[in-house]
């Protein structure tokens, strides 16, 4: 085996037992990187240097007896989270020379268990898409078929785990951007309940939405990096101060699901474009964890069909206020020619933003401007309640619910490029944990035609414990996360 395709467990164990020094797991996997990264474009940036150097550093800690789970491991961070020093492009022109002056909350925590950084992994500009071919720099290919997208807009966090080119990363769920490209690329992917990691240093798109989850090979390594990047942060007015349980060795204990209760939502069965494997491996999934003691139950989520709709009022309107900060004056590019103030912002917003982003810009200026607020962003906003109500009656009577995380498999590169309705219609069992805040996580449960599908699990706010014990046992029945895509 190559050390690249280790899991974290893995490598920690060897690491720990000196048989390999992180120096030459971290070179593996920027070998591989150089190997293969020309054809899946996971990376924007890719720091050998800062990576070999950290890796050296975390050796001197390891034969000090340093051997925390993620000393010496390479991974790989989405380029919206702020690194100090090192570029952070939120995957726009506009920010193509923004260094930051300080790490993310959740880079010192990484950094504080001697983590490595091979990188900044590519992604739909500020977050915004779920093919990730809204990247201002380059398209990322899915591993399991380059003519495929790997979903969005964490596809270059999804694809490099899937690629090998990290044992791991970081990615950011606003909608679905964690689970749907963790579906699409056969690997693992949590967004935890928000405010569980703190969302200091991450580029904001919609302040209300967004949270930093992990994507893993297993779900034993995303229960390693949920240890390491969640808890309290007095600098984000987010963060909730609820005691973290060690997600590691609630696994390790593995109580198994005997008993626990899985809703079905019957929404979810009757939506329009549902893919027939899809289903039908969702539903295979749910007959395997009944095998293993698990009892479903149909609930009902009755405001979904206005999640959608309710979704693309309020993201919108809140990356319209956010990214008005984007106008050449303190930080990132600016335009080399105008004439006046006024012009310099509109032409260097213009030049630096994409089209995704300008439309969703004026659609949430649009929806809170003087006469509209009360028609859009009020009733969105009613939508978002009624949906969180939805949620807390479902979970009096079950303990997780379970649906398909995209209604289809991966589609080629170019698909719905002229069809912004049908990438956001992608999202449709996706981002309802968004608005209620509820924690979710892909788990690899079929192929179709070779391309991975994913089983979708949401749990009670604060109760990831359970969504990756359900998880983890699921895992443990099947063999679909033992796929690795063939890459020359």
């Known amino acids: 085996m190559n050390l690249y395709e280790l899991s974290i467990e893995e490598a920690n164990k060897l690491l720990t037992k000196k048989e390999i020094s992180s120096k030459e797991l971290t070179q593996s996997v920027l070998d591989r990187i150089d190997a293969v990264d020309e054809k899946v474009g996971a990376y924007i940036t890719v720091d050998h240097a800062g990576a070999l150097k950290a890796a050296d550093d975390a050796d001197k800690k390891i034969q000090n007896g340093d051997t925390k789970a993620l000393t010496g491991i390479p991974l790989g961070i989405k380029d919206l989270i702020c690194t100090d ?54 398209n990322t290919c899915n ?51 928000y405010g569980r990691v703190s969302r200091y240093g991450l580029v904001a798109f919609a302040s209300s939405l967004d949270q930093i989850g992990p994507l893993a090979k297993n779900v034993t390594d995303c229960a390693i990096i949920m240890d390491a990047i969640s808890g309290y942060d007095r600098r984000d007015s987010t963060s909730v101060d609820e005691k973290v349980p060690d997600f590691y060795e609630a696994i390790k204990r593995n109580g198994g699901v005997k008993g626990l209760k899985i809703g079905i939502p019957k929404e979810y ?128 009577v079950c303990d997780v619910i379970a649906s398909p995380v995209a209604p289809t498999p991966a589609t080629l590169i170019g698909e719905n490029a002229d069809d912004p309705l049908a990438m956001y219609l992608s999202d449709v069992f996706t981002l309802s944990a968004n608005l209620a805040g509820v924690p979710g996580i892909s788990v690899p449960c079929g192929f179709s035609d070779g391309l991975p599908i994913g089983l979708q699990l949401m749990g009670k706010h604060f109760d990831e414990e359970t969504l990756l014990r359900v998880a983890y046992n699921y895992e443990q029945a099947t063999d679909y996360m033992l796929k690795i895509p063939e890459l020359v």
Do not use: W
């Open 85 to 138: 020093g090192l570029l952070t492009t939120c995957g726009s022109k506009i920010l193509s020379n923004f260094e930051p002056p300080y790490d993310a909350t959740v880079i010192e925590k990484l950094k504080s268990e001697n983590a490595v950084f091979t990188g900044k992994l590519n992604m739909d500009e500020f977050a915004m898409g779920s093919t990730t071919e809204n990247s201002s720099f380059k």
């Open 269 to 396: 069965n009757s939506t329009e474009g549902l893919d027939p494997k899809v289903s039908e491996s969702v539903n295979n999934a749910i007959a395997e964890l009944e095998k293993l003691g698990a009892q479903t139950i149909e609930i009902s989520l009755p405001n979904t069909e206005y999640a959608v709709a309710a979704y693309y009022v309020l993201a919108p309107s809140e990356a319209s206020s956010n990214l008005a900060r984007y106008d050449g004056v303190r930080y990132g590019v600016r335009t080399e020619k105008s004439e006046n103030l006024i012009d310099m912002y509109h032409k260097t917003r213009t030049e630096g933003f994409g089209d995704e982003v300008k439309r969703r810009i004026i659609i949430g200026t649009y929806a809170l401007s003087s006469g509209y607020y009360d028609a859009y962003y009020k009733k969105a906003s009613q939508i978002r309640t009624l949906i969180m109500d939805d949620f807390k009656k479902a979970f009096e």
């Open 143 to 193: 591993p399991f078929d380059l003519s495929r997208i790997p979903g969005g807009s964490s596809g270059g966090s999804a694809a490099s785990v899937a690629a090998g080119i990290c044992l791991g990363s970081l990615g950011s769920d606003t909608g679905g951007s964690i689970r749907q490209p963790a579906s699409h690329c056969g690997v693992v992917g949590m967004k935890p309940t």
